[in-house]
Structure formats: structure tokens, C-alpha cells
């Protein structure tokens, strides 16, 4: 069973930067779609971004566009997501997974129940 670790989630004033790791067990992101998702109190899971295996192909969710972007290192096993120019209704508990049969750029992919690994998540706070 692959186990995802998010880390680097912290408190930070709007308009400041973040960089969340997402660590995997095992290698992971070089054969799946690598997705993040975020989920803030009293709302549902929302997809993020998202980082195809094979290709690169990136997806994003309207409100990140031009903000965040989403890297790889496969030797180590880790995704990153690079968030600048943060914003208040960023403020979320973000969350690293992978999905083994969707690409990224598809419908699927930006479903949260299509993925099949799961982190626990790490908090962002944006204040104002």
C-alpha cells in the first residue's frame, strides 16, 4: 500500500508564498497521475492541480491558475506544490494523491473519488 506524507503547509499573510512536499513510499508519481486537492471547514474536497505521469501534463483548477504550479522529482519520490501570491480563501488543508488510471487533464482526474492514494493532509492558513 502506497503511503503519500504532505508537509510544508504553515501560516502565511496574503500575497506571501508556500511550498508543500508530498513524499510517497514507494515510487509512485512516475507511473500516476499526481493530484492535489484541498478541503476548507463546512466545504467539500476541490480539486486543485494536477501533474500527468507520463507526459507532464498539467491541470488547474480557475481559482490557482498563474499561482500555483506542480513539480516532480522522481528520485526521490516527492511532488511539489508551489503556491505565490496566496489569497485568504486559499486557507485549506491540502491534500497529495494519485490515481493509477485517469489522466490528468481528463474529467476524471479532477475527482476526488478517482483517486487512489490519499495523504492525511497538511493546514494552510492565509491571513489577511
Known amino acids: 500500500q502506497v503511503q503519500l506524507v504532505e508537509s510544508g503547509g504553515g501560516l502565511v499573510q496574503a500575497g506571501g508564498s508556500l511550498r508543500l512536499s508530498c513524499a510517497a513510499s514507494?515510487?509512485?508519481?512516475?507511473?500516476?497521475?499526481t493530484g492535489w486537492f484541498r478541503q476548507a471547514p463546512g466545504k467539500e474536497r476541490e480539486f486543485v492541480i494536477c501533474?500527468?505521469?507520463?507526459?507532464?501534463?498539467?491541470g488547474y483548477a480557475e481559482s490557482v491558475k498563474g499561482r500555483f504550479t506542480i513539480s516532480r522529482d522522481n528520485a526521490n519520490n516527492t511532488v511539489y506544490l508551489q503556491m505565490n501570491s496566496l489569497k485568504p480563501e486559499d486557507t485549506a488543508v491540502y491534500y497529495c494523491?494519485?490515481?493509477?488510471?485517469?489522466?490528468?487533464?481528463?474529467?476524471?482526474?479532477?475527482?476526488?473519488?478517482?483517486?487512489?492514494?490519499w495523504g492525511h493532509g497538511t493546514q494552510v492558513t492565509v491571513s489577511s
Open positions: 501533474l500527468n505521469w507520463n507526459d507532464g501534463n498539467r
Open positions: 494523491a494519485a490515481a493509477g488510471s485517469y489522466y490528468c487533464g481528463s474529467y476524471y482526474s479532477r475527482r476526488a473519488d478517482k483517486y487512489d492514494y
Open positions: 514507494e515510487p509512485t508519481f512516475s507511473t500516476h497521475t
